[in-house]
């Protein structure tokens, strides 16, 4: 299942690898200081968050210093010493890109000139700014970043940007592990008093936290080695130096503060220096026996411990010192016992624990990361191996990307991670934190210990938006994480609420689609939990939920009132299968760990449930700890309006009978919704529709279901935008989280290929009639294929430039401006249509119209240059040429009877959405000159390489290693990287292959697409569907099919080209749940041509493809379970 959307990044960054989260407005202001007006956004400012809803929580103070804008250039300090440049990097610092040469000492030191002498007279309005210069940053050791009101930004997360790849020193891998080698031994790193456990999570190329060291150790940081220093680093924070012990408050029986309160009597003796109003202060309340058997958790279920499960962090507004209290600005969430024995518990271990007030000393303010990339390099692995491996493949390389400890008031956005090793973003006693527009792919360690998460833990009030996460082990809140929101965010893994007591969080408006293969069985070293225990038989749900007996092995249960509300999510629950919707009904409020009044522990019957995995589809409403009495009207629980839509209601959810986590109808009145259908191409044996859902009514729809039949003989191959239920032949799709809500008058859409050529009956949106007519012209079996028209768009945000002619369109092209849609109207234009005009990652630039808008180029004429570039008296005859041109949407229209069709030169981060490409000399569609990021998607390609079939490629992914000379501004290489090819249908004659991925170039997907072999050439080598040269490609959910004319050979190819520089060509590449029918004509479905070429770096075929009609197989090398 894949989804049909970009995140807009607010205040630059990147477009997401796949499809993402919802479009964030990081709160309405971009790093330049202009607001942003993006219509579909999410609006995070203050002013568009709902005021708290009767009988929830209060999530309107989430984020960066309680729901403040993000920064803009206004807030940062004018004084140019306070400004470090790319260029005073070098020249001051010695930090250059692509030297190859170690930047660590440099950036350290600007990191500390800026601590020394900008951050004692800074602040949130006068911020510090380190901006990292374009290319590639050597580290080899963690960057301590503890200069308050710091920002750290690049100059993107894309090709072009700022990109630092991090390899750890011997000083910074951990020298200490576990017994059996599986994992980082945190008590085994040891230096004097101090243990690795101090400085958990763990080492990461950045850790925001202070480096301050408590003069108590300060003999024992002296002598410690350089790979133990850092254990003592940031004790002057730690509770057992900083935190006092409180006392008994009046009248309350062994308690120091209940839950509500706002006073916390702190014990007759301490100073209370470090207490001050404004300050922060965490309170900690130890564990007891009566706390776990709260739980559900006895003695006898594991080892209990002596620790603070309950913990906050506060803002303190008032200190009494005459009578020894603190005010907190907010009411407590949990009982506080003055200690692990005052509530009547007998002694944990024998040991009386106490509970604290520990002051956060020395906190690190305002630090914000923005727009730049980073990555783990770890050559001696296969980024393909660690796909869906739940495993350590290197514990000591265990080392996290962004940390934040003992930190407050900070962000991240516009930040890309790759191949992180372990948490690409994790967090440590954090407050108010707003991590936004990142996109998160990967990690080398996803196994025993708890690694590979986006991890929040002991995090407090913060923002997670707009994130697209990828290939982790799950997104965490745990120990204790309360008040935070997850909005508007994509995750291939599960929202997993981890245990600790994380509690009143609220996580709605996320896309979740988790597949089969998330399952902790997927492990192929040092495999388990991170309580030490080993995998399990269950395939991870989209939520997953801590039960007392099982988290117990960390930590404790999970905590109450975790709000699930409008979410869409859907799991995969056999190999295979089709993805199912999970908890559905997209106006009910899902709060977990509650009775409707009080705390409870999820129960079957009554009996609390020892584990979520094997239980993941029980009905716990109803009495049994998810309490789903309650729904709400509005979009979001937490902003007023989304996307510009009618506001949520502001003050208070309905409660609702007959609660249930299964799918519900709509709220929508049936009568005011129709639909109806457009089809697109089509082709021997199957075509394309998009279904457009028109609200009719006076007020805004929140969400649709539309269903109709196939008949026999006719499936659904593959969808998008929707959430697809099936019973036999009978279809069912309802909205995601970003196209269900649909103001008065204007259409959302979702589309699908059929394999079979029956048309859909007996349609009905919402239960009722589609009534809105279909448009469905006949099959496009000839060369003059005429595909039906694209809906005119709706009025786009930002300036609008309609055109009608060439001239017009030229000069358009021309002039283009961020934010600005250029318009086509329909008809054809003959012409030489390029553009050199860049957008940016806030305001794209797009160019849109009707399939019916032809684009027709005549050429080629004129002189060629050495190398293709736009030069006066020259028209290499390309249908659309972008030229250093990034961030662009291409959206509906046509280009054909040209040399080639569509070509992206140096343009990164621009998307092809719904572009019809048909009769052209060469190729379709191609990413060159490090067209890294892009997107091209909904797509039609056919009759290509017309005049040179051995360049009639239909989609091609940078450049064969002979025209480097030319294409290779990337190192010396084409790194057309990361380029995602989804859902397209591409063929019939095709004349070369349908794509054709090359040499150099690293982590694409291609899924979910459509490829008709009739046709393919064989000339220049072209004999199959797709063949790869790239390295660390994911090809999945693809459907291909082979009938003559054509030559063919197989299915998808591996070559392994040679080229200077040298890359491992053609090798890590994975490919799953592929169905491939060879006509009776082609040997394999896929055909490693050279295995041992690769043996560093494995191909890897799974047992999810399926083949029929092949000569010889699936594969030629051993199939993967």
């Keep these: 299942m894949s989804t049909r959307k970009l995140v807009a990044l607010a205040c630059a960054a990147t477009v997401l690898l796949a499809a993402g989260g919802l479009a964030v407005e990081a709160n309405g202001v971009a790093p330049n200081g202009v607001q942003e007006q993006a219509v579909g956004s999410l609006d995070l400012s203050k002013a568009n ?37 790319p260029a ?7 930090v250059r890109p692509d030297d190859g040469v170690d930047d660590s000492a440099g950036l350290q030191s600007a990191i500390d000139q800026i601590r020394t002498t900008c951050s004692p007279s800074a602040g949130y309005g006068k911020l510090s700014l ?17 200069a308050d009101y710091l920002t750290i930004r690049g100059a993107g997360s894309g090709a072009g940007g700022s990109r630092i790849v991090f390899r750890p020193d011997a000083d910074t891998r951990y020298d200490a592990l576990t017994p059996d080698g599986s994992d980082w031994d945190e008590d085994g790193m040891t230096s004097g008093s101090a243990k690795g456990g101090w400085i958990w999570p763990g080492r990461g190329l950045f850790r925001v936290q202070s480096r301050g060291v408590h003069s108590a150790y300060a003999s024992e940081y002296a002598a410690a080695p350089a790979n133990r220093k850092d254990l003592f680093e940031g004790t002057v924070n730690v509770h057992w130096k900083a935190g006092l012990k409180l006392r008994e408050k009046t009248g309350g029986a062994g308690f120091a503060a209940r839950t509500g309160d706002t006073v916390v009597p702190l014990a007759s003796s301490g100073a209370l220096t470090d207490f001050r109003v404004g300050g922060l202060v965490n309170i900690r309340a130890a564990n007891s026996l009566k706390f776990y058997a709260q739980q559900d958790i006895q003695p006898a279920d594991g080892t209990l411990q002596n620790i603070h499960m309950r913990q906050q962090i506060f803002t303190v507004t008032a200190v009494d010192t005459a009578n020894r209290t603190l005010t907190l600005d907010k009411p407590l969430e949990y009982d506080v016992p003055v200690t692990s024995t005052s509530d009547g518990s007998a002694a944990i271990d024998g040991a009386v624990y106490d509970s604290k007030a520990a002051p956060i000393v020395d906190p690190v303010l305002g630090v914000g990361f923005e727009n730049f990339a980073l990555t783990q390099d770890m050559p001696n692995l296969s980024q393909a191996d660690a796909v869906h491996n739940y495993g350590n493949m290197s514990p000591a390389d265990e080392i996290h990307g962004i940390v934040f400890k003992w930190a407050a008031n900070s962000w991240v956005r516009g930040i890309r991670t790759e191949m992180t090793g372990s948490h690409p973003i994790v967090t440590e006693e954090a407050y108010h934190l707003q991590i936004v527009n990142n996109q998160l792919d990967g990690s080398w360690n996803k196994g025993k210990g708890g690694n590979g998460y986006f991890r929040g833990s002991r995090v407090w009030d913060s923002l997670y938006a707009g994130n697209t996460s990828r290939n982790l082990r799950h997104f965490t809140f745990q120990w204790s994480a309360s008040g935070n929101v997850v909005i508007g965010n994509d995750f291939d893994s599960d929202i997993n609420l981890h245990g600790g007591w994380e509690r009143n969080n609220l996580i709605e408006l996320n896309t979740v689609t988790v597949p089969y293969e998330h399952r902790s069985a997927n492990c192929r070293s040092n495999c388990g939990e991170e309580g030490g225990g080993g995998t399990d038989a269950s395939t991870w749900f989209p939520v997953w939920w801590g039960a007392g007996k099982k988290a117990v092995k960390w930590s404790g249960s999970s905590g109450p009132r975790n709000v699930f509300f409008h979410n869409t999510m859907t799991k995969q629950v056999a190999a295979g299968a089709a993805y199912t919707p999970y908890y559905a009904d997209q106006q009910r409020i899902y709060q977990f760990g509650w009775s409707g009044t009080a705390w409870q522990h999820l129960d079957a019957g009554g009996v609390p449930i020892p584990d979520w995995a094997g239980r993941e589809q029980l009905d716990y409403s109803g009495g049994h700890g998810v309490d789903a009495t309650r729904t709400d009207g509005g979009a979001s629980l937490f902003l007023k309006s989304v996307g510009g839509g009618t506001p949520s209601p502001s003050s208070s959810a309905s409660p609702s009978p007959s609660p249930s986590p299964s799918p519900s109808s709509s709220p929508t009145a049936a009568g005011c919704l129709s639909a109806r259908t457009v089809k697109g191409s089509s082709w021997s044996n199957g075509y394309g529709m998009d279904v457009f859902v028109k609200n009719n009514c006076a007020t805004k729809s929140v969400s649709w279901t539309v269903e109709f039949d ?10 998008w935008s929707s959430v697809r239920t099936q019973s036999g032949q009978h279809y069912k799709f309802g909205n995601v ?27 009905t949106v919402n239960g009722a009639p589609c009534g809105g007519g279909s448009t469905t012209p006949g099959p496009t079996a000839t060369p003059t294929v005429t595909p039906s028209p694209t809906p005119t768009p709706t009025t786009p945000p930002g300036p609008v430039v309609d055109v009608s002619t060439a001239a017009q369109l030229s000069g358009a092209l021309a002039a283009a401006v961020p934010g600005q849609t250029i318009r086509l109207a ?71 009877d040209s040399k080639k069709g569509v070509v992206l030169d140096s343009s990164h981060h621009v998307t092809v959405d719904g572009v019809y490409v048909h009769h052209v000399e060469e190729e379709g569609v191609h990413f060159r000159r490090s067209s890294a990021d892009g997107v091209i998607r909904n797509s039609v390609i056919e009759y290509t390489g017309l005049v ?14 002979s025209n480097w000379g030319c294409h290779g501004n990337t190192g010396g290489a084409d790194r057309s990287d990361r380029v995602l090819v989804e859902n397209n249908r591409i063929g019939p004659y095709i004349a070369a292959e349908p794509i054709d991925v090359k040499e150099g170039t690293y982590a694409g997907i291609i899924r979910g697409n459509t490829f008709d072999g009739r046709g393919i050439s064989g000339e220049n080598s072209a004999d199959s569907w797709i063949d790869v040269k790239g ?18 050979a197989n299915g998808y190819e591996t070559h392994n080209p040679g080229s200077t520089p040298s890359f491992p060509n053609g090798c890590g590449n994975v490919w799953r749940n592929n169905t491939s029918d060879l006509g009776g004509v082609g040997a394999y479905a896929v055909k490693i041509t050279s295995p041992s070429s690769c043996s560093a770096r494995p191909n890897v075929v799974y047992a999810s493809n399926t083949v029929t009609r092949a000569v010889s197989g699936l594969t030629n090398v051993p199939v993967t379970p």
């Design 1031 to 1048: 390295i660390d490609y994911l090809i999945e959910g693809n459907a291909g099919s082979f009938a003559a004319p054509g030559t063919f």
């Design 826 to 896: 329909p008809g054809e234009y003959h012409g030489a249509f390029a553009t050199t005009r860049p957008g940016t990652a806030a305001q794209r630039i797009t160019l849109t119209g009707p399939r019916t808008a032809v684009l027709v180029n005549d050429g080629p004429s004129g002189d060629a240059p050495a190398c293709p570039e736009p030069t006066a008296g020259w028209d290499p005859g390309y249908g659309l040429w972008l030229a250093g041109a990034p961030y662009w949407n291409l959206a509906g229209f046509t280009v054909k």
């Design 49 to 85: 968050r709902r005021a708290p809803v009767a009988g929830l929580y209060d999530w309107s103070k989430a984020g960066y210093r309680g729901g403040a804008d993000l920064p803009g250039a206004a807030d940062t300090n004018p004084d140019a010493a306070c400004q470090i440049t």
């Design 737 to 763: 989280s970003y196209n269900g809500a649909i103001a008065p008058g204007q259409e959302e859409s979702f589309g699908f290929n059929a394999a079979g050529l029956g048309l859909p009956l007996s349609c």
């Design 130 to 146: 380190i901006t990292l210069p374009a290319g590639v940053l050597q580290v080899s050791r963690q960057l301590g970043v503890d």
């Design 710 to 719: 196939l008949p026999a003989g006719t499936t659904v191959a593959s969808s």
């Design 948 to 961: 040179q079939p051995g360049y009639g490629e239909g989609v091609y992914l940078g450049s064969a290693g």
């Design 88 to 94: 005073e990097l070098a020249a001051q610092f010695g």
